[in-house]
Structure formats: C-alpha cells, structure tokens
C-alpha cells in the first residue's frame, strides 16, 4: 500500500506486473485491494502488454485467491473472480507458495525501489505522489539500464525479443514509456491503457 497523503482520506494501493523475460513493468493505482480491482488490473494489464500474457504469478492475497482461508491453507477453487477473468483471457494462473515472497521476487524488488523512491522524496499530495510513481515507472522501463538485460533498458529488452519471437507479440513495441502522459488511465478506470500500440 502508498502511505496516505493528508489530502487523502484513505491509503492507497499499488498493483504491479513485471515481464520475467524483459523486466517491462506496469503498475496502477487503485482506492482499495478487491477482487474487482485485481481484475481491472489484469484487464488493463491485457490491454496495455504488446506481447501475450500466457501466464501470471500472484500472491496469495484475496484479491487474487480464494486458497487461504483464515489462517487455514486449502485449494484453490479456481472460481475465484481473478481465475475466471484469466481463463477468460487465456492466461494460466499460478500461485506463489504461502509465506515465500522471494517465489515473487522480482515484483518484491521492484516494490523496495518504489519504496526508495516515497523515502528519498517529500509529497504534498496524493497526486504528487501517484506522479512521482509514474514518472519512476516511465524512467525504468524507457531509461535504466538493467544488468539482468545486460546493460538495456526493458524497451529494448522488448524489441529485441519482437525481432527475435513476433509470434510472441500482439502489438508493436514502441518507447512510450507509460501512464505518466495518460495519468487518468493509470487511476484504475476503466479507460483503455495506451501504453504501447
């Protein structure tokens, strides 16, 4: 969750994917961890991927799965909104094991840097803040050289692999980097990303 501005009257939360293969990610920010913003999440996560989402890896929070009840473990329905949503858009929902983050690790990472960046910076409102995400997302994905990628930056990462694999791809690779220049898409509605095209 993001600390809650005083012109907030409640904390928000920030949901995020990275591509294991190029270190691309995306976030929004949403009023509250539901279901229903999961799977908004995952819509406009569909939405905004050039490449095809065969499979997700999630926590174990309810948002994402019915596994855990209390603090009893049992199995995943699949009924859950967020498994029929990716059975709709055929992605295979896997699930973390419970109380390992490091199976998550990437996210995990990134989630410190996002951390790093609330730490190093002085807010004055909630919109200041979602920007500063933004903007840090923008920067990732488009500026910062990744030593997994071998010195790229995940844009590149994303086009070598589309010169490479096509078939991979639902869309063209471009450099726009992200929600810092559609910012009401990135509030969690229901406005198509426009990401990449």
């Given at each position: 969750?993001?600390?809650?501005?005083?012109?907030?009257?409640?904390?928000?939360?920030?949901?995020?994917?990275?591509?294991?293969?190029?270190?691309?990610?995306?976030?929004?920010i949403?009023?509250?961890?539901?279901?229903?913003?999961?799977?908004?999440?995952?819509?406009?996560?569909?939405?905004?991927?050039?490449?095809?989402?065969?499979?997700?890896?999630?926590?174990?929070g309810?948002?994402?799965?019915?596994?855990?009840?209390?603090?009893?473990?049992?199995?995943?329905?699949?009924?859950?909104?967020?498994?029929?949503?990716?059975?709709?858009?055929?992605?295979?929902?896997?699930?973390?094991?419970?109380?390992?983050?490091?199976?998550?690790?990437?996210?995990?990472?990134?989630?410190?840097?996002?951390?790093?960046?609330?730490?190093?910076?002085?807010?004055?409102?909630?919109e200041?803040?979602?920007?500063?995400?933004?903007?840090?997302?923008?920067?990732?994905?488009?500026?910062?050289?990744?030593?997994?990628?071998?010195?790229?930056?995940?844009?590149?990462?994303?086009?070598?692999?589309?010169?490479?694999?096509?078939?991979?791809?639902?869309?063209?690779?471009?450099?726009?980097?992200?929600?810092?220049?559609?910012?009401?898409?990135?509030?969690?509605?229901?406005?198509?990303?426009?990401?990449?095209r």
């Amino acid at each position: 969750y993001l600390p809650q501005m005083a012109d907030e009257d409640r904390r928000r939360y920030l949901f995020v994917a990275i591509d294991r293969a190029t270190r691309w990610v995306f976030v929004r920010i949403y009023p509250a961890q539901t279901a229903a913003n999961a799977r908004r999440f995952l819509r406009d996560l569909d939405r905004a991927a050039p490449m095809k989402i065969t499979r997700v890896l999630t926590d174990n929070g309810k948002a994402f799965t019915d596994r855990l009840f209390g603090l009893r473990k049992r199995a995943a329905t699949g009924q859950h909104e967020f498994d029929l949503l990716c059975t709709d858009l055929g992605i295979e929902h896997r699930l973390a094991p419970p109380m390992r983050p490091q199976t998550n690790g990437m996210v995990e990472r990134f989630n410190g840097r996002i951390e790093d960046v609330l730490q190093s910076h002085r807010f004055h409102s909630g919109e200041d803040l979602e920007q500063t995400i933004l903007r840090y997302v923008h920067l990732y994905n488009s500026q910062l050289p990744q030593s997994a990628l071998k010195a790229r930056t995940p844009i590149d990462a994303l086009k070598d692999w589309q010169r490479q694999r096509p078939e991979l791809f639902r869309k063209r690779v471009y450099n726009h980097a992200g929600c810092d220049s559609y910012p009401k898409s990135c509030r969690g509605t229901d406005e198509p990303a426009q990401i990449l095209r």
